[in-house]
């Protein structure tokens, strides 16, 4: 990314978690679900794509386990890349 000329701001969000108002204005008007880390064991054990949580509850739980959130993010203008999507990225 930095040798397309972008500037980046890294954040290590397993030891500088993101607050819950931080995760709610990430997503957004977004679907929360597409935030979802469904490769995450809480995603699993919870069956959370059959049975999702309620946004406000996912915000709480994103907070409290920075692992349950898909990454990388990259947040360029008001576009936001979940996970690895090299299409995407290109995109930018």
């Known amino acids: 990314m930095e040798q397309c000329g972008f500037e980046l ?3 290590d969000i397993g030891k500088d978690r993101l607050y819950a108002d931080e995760v709610e204005k990430l997503i957004g008007n977004r679907d929360y679900r597409a935030f979802l880390n469904a490769r995450n064991e809480i995603y699993r054990k919870k ?3 059959e049975n999702p949580p309620s946004r406000s ?4 739980m994103i907070a409290a386990e920075p692992n349950l959130i898909r990454r990388p993010i990259i947040i360029a203008g008001d576009k936001i890349i979940l996970g690895f999507d090299q299409e995407a990225i ?3």
């Open 57 to 60: 509850e996912a915000i709480k």
């Open 90 to 92: 290109d995109d930018l």
């Open 9 to 11: 701001r890294l954040r």
């Open 47 to 49: 069956n959370m794509k």
